[in-house]
Nanobody, 114 residues
Framework: QVQLVESGGGLVQPGGSLRLSCAAS????????MAWYRQPPGKQRELVAVVGSGGTTKYADSVKGRFSISRDNAKSTVYLQMNSLKPEDTGVYYC????????WGQGTQVTVSS
């Protein structure tokens, strides 16, 4: 059974930081590209960042220079370090494992507000 479990969300003031984690089980983690998506309130889900199985990273323009995605294959975990957070970063953040098929976590809420 494949499980992706996100953690680390919460309420933070503008300019603050959060680190999201996503622990995977039931897959050969190193074979998968890992991605973070988010869904702002009332909007569609959007790609935030992705790290390939080889470590190549890509970011949405809106988060470049502020967010950093990384992976630890030994722990089957992907991280999203989010700095200089803005109110528009608010949303539910999901991790996804992408290979021949995709798997999704249940999401974690991030709220940026003063």
């Amino acid at each position: 059974q494949v499980q992706l479990v996100e953690s680390g969300g919460g309420l933070v003031q503008p300019g603050g930081s959060l680190r999201l984690s996503c622990a995977a089980s039931g897959i050969i983690f190193s074979d998968y590209a890992m991605a973070w998506y988010r869904q702002p309130p009332g909007k569609q889900r959007e790609l935030v960042a992705v790290v390939g199985s080889g470590g190549t990273t890509k970011y949405a323009d809106s988060v470049k220079g502020r967010f950093s995605i990384s992976r630890d294959n030994a722990k089957s975990t992907v991280y999203l370090q989010m700095n200089s957070l803005k109110p528009e970063d608010t949303g539910v953040y999901y991790c996804a494992a992408v290979h021949a098929r995709s798997y999704w976590g249940q999401g974690t809420q991030v709220t940026v507000s003063s």
